[in-house]
């Protein structure tokens, strides 16, 4: 069975808000909105080659990293219905240690 929807966990939603706020403050809301806007279109695309990206279950099982443009990391999983996408990581911040699960609890 196929992925029929893109989702996004919370804290993706607010990192790419923060994309959006960083390009606005720099270029423009015009330039923010089309950047974020690629990167939802592009998120929203990967139902059509889930398997897309590299298999990183050495930070988390199950999970796959793609790049977007060079600038933006996207980290997803797959699961049956759908591609739940944790996290998108803009202009190589870490996201190893911030997609980690916690070691200690």
Known sequence: MMPSVAVFAP???E???AIYRYIAANASPEVAERYTSAIISFCEG????PQRGVR???IRPGLRITNYK???TIAFTI???RIVILGIFYA???YEDLLRPDQDG
Do not use: I, T, Y
């Open 11 to 13: 804290e993706a939603a």
């Open 15 to 17: 990192q790419l808000a």
């Open 46 to 49: 990967m139902q059509q080659f």
């Open 56 to 58: 990183r279950d050495d």
């Open 70 to 72: 060079k600038r933006v």
């Open 79 to 81: 699961e049956p219905d």
């Open 92 to 94: 190589g911040r870490n």
